[in-house]
């Protein structure tokens, strides 16, 4: 028995994704490339984006032709918000949503012992706004970083997001749950963990005594743990407390990537963001005052409707002053069932790929510049891959550095001296082993 998993969107989406394949594999099924001939695949939807979703179904055609025989299983964002629409595709047998996608595994090992696929997809997507955390661990990643979900669900309602109907209301992992499972990851090898979630800010809401910062304090004690790297991070939530908390722990990573989502108060508003300029602004200078080092990245929507050319250069001004190592920009994508895809002021699509172009350019120049200035400092590298002649990882503060090397040393973490630029990667040299 075979089974092959394809993956869309979110680093969270990622982690589930290999807690299927994990489980599975304990129960007798070889999982295997997606684009090979299986016996079965599992199609991990996104919603974010109306693109995500034409992926979404693009991959289920994609696994049925390859297999028109093979069992197909559809969970994930667009399986809960588009249900009706997969249960039509050719091919599908099981439909679930976001908050039960380990049934996946029941649901395909009942399948192999029938030994015939649905007349009709059995279609099992619960609610989500009364949905609890779904369980699920890892005892490996199969790469040098590990992503931990402490998180599901949003309440944030931004006017063009379609995740809080998507995910439902925030759940939150117990410690203990985070605490043993981390160890577990460590014992196997791991020095960083990734913590991800829909919106990890939000962690502990749903728990008594616990919040995102005291989590990381707890995880600062684990021993062997080298490095505690944050997912996406609302940049309201950079306050003073976190600042001062986070600045005691030894091994929080000085990277942050923050939800920005626009440089312009009048865009900020109109998408029921929970901040302005300034409040991003200062706790950004806050974390800078703490970790001289820092380096941000941040998710960037252009065109939003109603963005105007003055709008756009707000933008435009604050991501040139905030200094951002990456900038992940993304043109408006209209989703309906939000309130953003009713607005009057929608944007041609020409318009914002020219403004999404332009932003990428002024967030290409910013890193071109933070990366110059790297040369001469000694920084710590955890290898992630080798090919004989360059190792390549990132540093604490996520930039990507590239050592000539013929040894292999993924999984290794030493001091360099970064002593150039090529591309969109620092050079460096090994000064310490």
Known sequence: MTAGIYTLGCRVNQYESEAIAQTLAGRG??????????????????AVTAESARKARQLIRRAHTQNPDAFILVTGCAAQTETQTIAELPGVDYICGSSNKMSCVNALMDLFAAGRKNPVPLIRVPDGSTAEFERMSLSGFGRTRAYLKIEDGCENRCAYCIIPRARGRVRSKPEEEILHEVQDLVNAGYREIVLTGIEIAAYGKDLSGADLISLIRKLDRVDGLERIRLGSLDPSYADERFVGMAAECRHLCAHFHLSLQSGCDATLRAMRRRYNTEKAARNMERLRACMPEVCFSADLIVGFPGETDEHFADTCEFVKQARLLHGHVFPYSRRE??????LPGQIPEQIKKERAKALSAICDGSRKKILHSQIGKTAQVLFERSDGSYAVGHTDNFIETAVESSADLRGICTNVRLIGVRGQKALAKISKM
């Not at 295997?32 to 016996?39: L, R, S, T």
């Not at 069932?337 to 009713?342: D, F, I, P, S």
Request: proline share 4%.
């Open 337 to 342: 069932g939000t309130e953003a895809a009713n």
């Open 29 to 46: 099924v070889l999982i295997c490339q997606p684009d090979e001939a299986c016996d079965a695949y599992i199609i991990n939807t996104c």
